[in-house]
């Protein structure tokens, strides 16, 4: 893992007393709310409907058990218990107070982290894949990139007051676990013939009230050219992103308004300004901070292990949570392990207790190396863990509530806060999460429909990525009601797409009726081994929203 | 008075006897104008640049600093504009302006110019702020030192951290 040495150390803590004295002046009236707000904002403070919302930074998903057992005590001390990990690998607290904000981001400082950045319409927090350094088909790690990325962003002067919100995600894999193509830059990292790192640059995808997927803006990018090239991004766009109206202010808006080539044209003519500059990444610098992530020291270890394979065959709950949970790792003899942070209705998706924070640092120091990472399902993952402790790593995360054997299955919802907590939502996102977290209770039936994602939004902002869920959910107001309409077939990863809406929306208490539906219409027409995104494509909408609708003029 | 600090030889002094005056009239001397209003008011010699100019240009969010290129010898201030703080557009037009235009003269910040952000504006270039009228000019100087620590570049530090010497020493102390 990336250490903090003197300078970022110094960065987090005068940026600290730097927030503790505006919030002193905020306090004392010296600081309009209107003056205020952006400063909030860029060190992650929320106003949201009943109290302060602190969304702190976790880069690129990485942290250590350490630093997990920091932020089970800001659960402990200043919120009630509980945190929320979000689709853009972040932890929010829902219920801080003002007064109490500067030391609980002392705390995070000592800890070497920080929120800063986390909102406000500036570069946020650089995010790439929770299997980052281990995932069997990486080309390469990632995570010096994205830490290159992250201080580079970090109070870069010229581009505090963007726009709007900037989202950078990187991926350096086969498969696009980061969802590069719905983010304002997407960087895919992969090795040319000669093995020199090179980057192909995505722009102006996103999701929210216009969802667009990613455009190519340029091919074979050398990483020498990775901080000046997105600095000429940002320079074109906050210059001419358009400012009169919030919804049209992203970059998407802007690459589709000047079309891919114009826009592409703009930024290589101001690239060449810049180009071979003092912004060019030296390898020195390069090495530095990849040193930090040099792999962990394991062991040397046969791929099979007697014991693993003796509880996978005499164990059927574990045989299934293996299924779902235990990606391949690049090194023989050991397995990524996800544990789900949606038990069912019981919790809602994201929410991790403190008593779970520290269970789960518990087990990163005794089955791995003591590092975590959050996935942008809202999941955590443990990324080193030997075949041989699998076993006992599942009992007891089954005892602390993080072992459900549901990873990509319809019960791991991916859903935002929503109306119980967001000033912007228009419905609410748990309850109907809940809702359908109990309707599909039985293992069995889930496992046996397999791969099936599903995302929900409390509003069109998106943060529950409900656009490229299998089947998304999104909360809208009508007339002073919530209703939720449903859009079927979006996908994330190197497929990336867009759900298409069904028709008419529904109201809260349809939503699970109509989910069956689906999945009934589903289960009827696919054919052997054809999961729910194939059925959707090869036979289309319609059969789905004639199942649905009609079973609701019978209702 | 205008509020208004300037950076001399490095230090921020508080200026009380700043003759400009920003106005969208184009009466009285020493104005600071927009460029269509700024080049009606020129004499011939200062739009050919054989002379400077008596009046500053205000440099608007929707204007390209390029467009100033003609004229910079002829400028003996020129102003940006920050219709709100919240629109960055300001710093990069500072940074066109030094870093590729290469002017040197006086570059202020004019409109909803803040104690919070003016850290972020010296660090673009700007080395005078006019601060918003409304404001304590004391209180806001304070905010001009910010952070000691800049990752990035900048227009008065082009260099990222990683080229002044980061790797080389494990720590600062």
Same mark, same amino acid.
């Given at each position: 893992?990336?250490?903090?040495?003197? @300078?970022?150390?110094?960065?987090?803590?005068?940026?600290?007393?730097?927030?503790?004295?505006?919030?002193?002046?905020?306090?004392?009236?010296?600081?309009?709310?209107?003056?205020?707000?952006?400063?909030?904002?860029?060190?992650?403070? @929320?106003?949201?409907?009943?109290?302060?919302?602190?969304?702190?930074?976790?880069? *690129?998903?990485?942290?250590?058990?350490?630093?997990?057992?920091?932020?089970?005590?800001?659960?402990?001390?200043?919120?009630?218990?509980?945190?929320?990990?979000?689709?853009?690998?972040?932890?929010?607290?829902?219920?801080?107070?003002?007064?109490?904000?500067?030391?609980?981001?002392?705390?995070?400082?000592?800890?070497?982290?920080?929120?800063?950045?986390?909102?406000?319409?500036?570069?946020?927090?650089?995010?790439?894949?929770?299997? &980052?350094?281990?995932?069997?088909?990486?080309?390469?790690?990632?995570?010096?990139? %994205?830490?290159?990325?992250?201080?580079?962003?970090?109070?870069?002067?010229?581009?505090?007051?963007?726009?709007?919100?900037?989202?950078?995600?990187?991926?350096?894999?086969?498969?696009?676990? &980061?969802?590069? /193509?719905?983010?304002?830059?997407?960087?895919?990292?992969?090795?040319?013939?000669?093995?020199?790192?090179?980057?192909?640059?995505?722009?102006?995808?996103?999701?929210? +009230?216009?969802?667009?997927? %990613?455009?190519?803006?340029?091919?074979?990018?050398?990483?020498?050219?990775?901080?000046?090239?997105?600095?000429?991004?940002?320079?074109? @766009?906050?210059?001419?992103?358009?400012?009169?109206?919030? *919804?049209?202010?992203?970059?998407?808006?802007?690459?589709?308004?000047?079309?891919?080539?114009?826009?592409?044209?703009?930024?290589? &003519?101001?690239?060449?300004?810049?180009?071979?500059?003092?912004?060019?990444?030296?390898?020195?610098?390069?090495?530095?901070?990849?040193?930090?992530?040099?792999?962990?020291?394991?062991?040397?270890?046969?791929?099979?292990?007697?014991?693993?394979?003796?509880?996978?065959?005499?164990?059927?709950?574990?045989?299934?949570?293996?299924?779902?949970?235990? /990606?391949?790792?690049?090194?023989?003899?050991?397995?990524?392990?996800?544990?789900?942070?949606?038990?069912?209705?019981?919790?809602?998706?994201?929410?991790?207790?403190?008593?779970?924070?520290?269970?789960?640092?518990?087990?990163?120091?005794?089955?791995?190396?003591?590092?975590?990472?959050?996935?942008?399902?809202?999941?955590?993952?443990?990324?080193?863990? +030997?075949? $041989?402790?699998?076993? &006992?790593?599942?009992?007891?995360?089954?005892?602390?509530?993080?072992?459900?054997?549901?990873?990509?299955?319809?019960?791991?919802?991916?859903?935002?806060?929503?109306?119980?907590?967001?000033?912007?939502?228009?419905?609410?996102?748990?309850?109907?999460?809940?809702?359908?977290?109990?309707?599909?209770?039985?293992?069995? *039936?889930?496992?046996?429909?397999?791969?099936?994602?599903?995302?929900?939004?409390?509003?069109?902002?998106?943060?529950?990525?409900?656009?490229?869920?299998?089947?998304?959910?999104?909360?809208?107001?009508?007339?002073? !009601?919530?209703?939720?309409?449903?859009?079927?077939?979006?996908?994330?990863?190197?497929?990336?797409?867009?759900?298409?809406?069904?028709?008419?929306?529904?109201?809260?208490?349809?939503?699970?009726?109509?989910?069956?539906?689906?999945?009934?219409?589903?289960?009827?027409?696919?054919?052997?081994?054809?999961?729910?995104?194939?059925?959707?494509?090869?036979?289309?909408?319609?059969?789905?929203?004639?199942?649905?609708?009609?079973?609701?003029?019978?209702? | 008075?205008?509020?208004?600090?300037?950076?001399?030889?490095?230090? %921020?002094?508080?200026?009380?006897?700043?003759?400009?005056?920003?106005?969208?009239?184009?009466?009285?001397?020493?104005?600071?104008?927009?460029?269509?209003?700024?080049?009606?008011?020129?004499?011939?010699?200062?739009?050919?640049?054989?002379?400077?100019?008596?009046?500053?240009?205000?440099?608007?969010?929707?204007?390209?600093?390029?467009?100033?290129?003609?004229?910079?010898?002829?400028?003996?201030?020129?102003?940006?504009?920050?219709?709100?703080?919240?629109?960055?557009?300001?710093?990069?037009?500072? *940074?066109?302006?030094?870093?590729?235009?290469?002017?040197?003269?006086?570059?202020? $910040?004019?409109?909803?110019?803040?104690?919070?952000?003016?850290?972020?504006?010296?660090?673009?270039?700007?080395?005078?702020?006019?601060?918003?009228?409304?404001?304590?000019?004391?209180?806001?100087?304070?905010?001009?030192?910010?952070?000691?620590?800049?990752?990035?570049?900048?227009?008065?530090?082009?260099?990222?951290?990683?080229?002044?010497?980061?790797?080389?020493?494990?720590?600062? !102390?």
């Amino acid at each position: 893992m990336y250490q903090y040495d003197d @300078y970022d150390r110094a960065l987090v803590r005068e940026r600290v007393a730097q927030f503790r004295d505006q919030v002193q002046r905020r306090l004392a009236d010296e600081l309009s709310e209107e003056e205020f707000l952006p400063l909030r904002l860029q060190n992650g403070l @929320y106003l949201q409907k009943h109290a302060y919302m602190l969304r702190v930074a976790i880069p *690129y998903g990485t942290l250590s058990a350490k630093q997990m057992r920091a932020l089970a005590h800001i659960a402990r001390e200043y919120d009630r218990g509980y945190g929320h990990f979000t689709t853009r690998q972040n932890i929010q607290f829902n219920w801080v107070e003002l007064e109490r904000v500067p030391d609980i981001l002392d705390w995070l400082a000592e800890h070497d982290m920080h929120a800063i950045q986390t909102s406000g319409n500036c570069v946020r927090n650089i995010t790439t894949e929770a299997f &980052a350094g281990v995932a069997a088909d990486e080309y390469l790690d990632p995570r010096p990139l %994205a830490e290159i990325l992250r201080q580079w962003s970090t109070v870069n002067p010229e581009f505090l007051f963007l726009p709007r919100k900037f989202k950078i995600a990187l991926c350096a894999a086969e498969q696009d676990r &980061a969802a590069i /193509q719905v983010h304002d830059i997407g960087l895919q990292l992969y090795r040319d013939e000669a093995g020199e790192l090179r980057l192909r640059v995505l722009v102006g995808g996103g999701l929210g +009230r216009t969802p667009i997927i %990613a455009q190519t803006l340029r091919e074979g990018l050398h990483w020498q050219d990775c901080l000046s090239y997105v600095e000429a991004i940002l320079r074109v @766009y906050n210059r001419h992103g358009r400012r009169d109206n919030k *919804y049209k202010a992203r970059i998407k808006i802007l690459v589709k308004a000047l079309g891919i080539e114009a826009f592409a044209r703009e930024v290589e &003519a101001e690239w060449q300004h810049i180009k071979d500059g003092p912004a060019e990444l030296t390898d020195a610098e390069y090495q530095r901070v990849a040193a930090a992530f040099a792999p962990p020291p394991y062991a040397a270890l046969a791929d099979t292990d007697l014991d693993f394979g003796t509880a996978l065959a005499g164990d059927a709950a574990f045989a299934r949570w293996v299924s779902r949970n235990v /990606q391949p790792h690049k090194v023989p003899g050991y397995a990524s392990v996800v544990l789900s942070t949606k038990p069912g209705a019981s919790l809602p998706p994201g929410d991790v207790t403190s008593a779970q924070m520290d269970a789960v640092a518990g087990l990163a120091e005794r089955y791995g190396f003591g590092e975590i990472r959050v996935a942008h399902e809202q999941n955590l993952v443990l990324p080193d863990v +030997r075949k $041989a402790d699998l076993h &006992a790593l599942w009992q007891q995360a089954v005892s602390v509530g993080l072992g459900s054997a549901n990873i990509g299955l319809l019960t791991d919802v991916i859903a935002c806060p929503g109306g119980d907590y967001c000033a912007l939502a228009n419905a609410k996102s748990i309850p109907i999460a809940q809702a359908i977290q109990q309707r599909f209770d039985d293992l069995d *039936y889930l496992h046996d429909l397999g791969e099936l994602s599903l995302n929900i939004s409390g509003c069109m902002n998106a943060c529950g990525h409900h656009h490229i869920g299998n089947i998304g959910i999104l909360g809208v107001d009508k007339n002073g !009601s919530e209703w939720y309409q449903l859009t079927l077939g979006g996908s994330q990863g190197q497929q990336a797409a867009l759900g298409k809406v069904i028709g008419p929306s529904f109201a809260a208490e349809q939503v699970p009726e109509v989910i069956e539906s689906i999945v009934h219409t589903y289960v009827d027409h696919r054919e052997e081994g054809e999961g729910f995104l194939d059925t959707f494509q090869r036979i289309g909408l319609e059969p789905f929203k004639a199942r649905v609708y009609s079973r609701e003029e019978v209702a | 008075m205008n509020n208004l600090i300037r950076l001399i030889e490095g230090q %921020a002094r508080i200026v009380s006897d700043d003759p400009w005056q920003l106005h969208a009239a184009d009466q009285g001397e020493r104005l600071i104008l927009p460029l269509a209003a700024w080049r009606e008011r020129q004499p011939g010699e200062v739009l050919e640049g054989r002379a400077v100019s008596a009046d500053g240009l205000l440099l608007q969010v929707d204007d390209e600093p390029e467009a100033l290129q003609p004229f910079l010898s002829s400028l003996p201030l020129i102003a940006i504009d920050f219709p709100s703080f919240r629109d960055g557009r300001g710093y990069s037009q500072a *940074y066109l302006l030094r870093t590729r235009l290469g002017w040197r003269g006086e570059l202020r $910040a004019v409109g909803d110019v803040l104690r919070d952000q003016l850290a972020h504006m010296r660090q673009c270039g700007f080395d005078a702020f006019a601060v918003r009228a409304d404001k304590s000019v004391e209180d806001a100087i304070k905010g001009l030192e910010g952070l000691s620590v800049l990752y990035g570049r900048s227009v008065i530090e082009p260099r990222p951290l990683f080229r002044r010497g980061r790797h080389k020493e494990e720590s600062r !102390s």
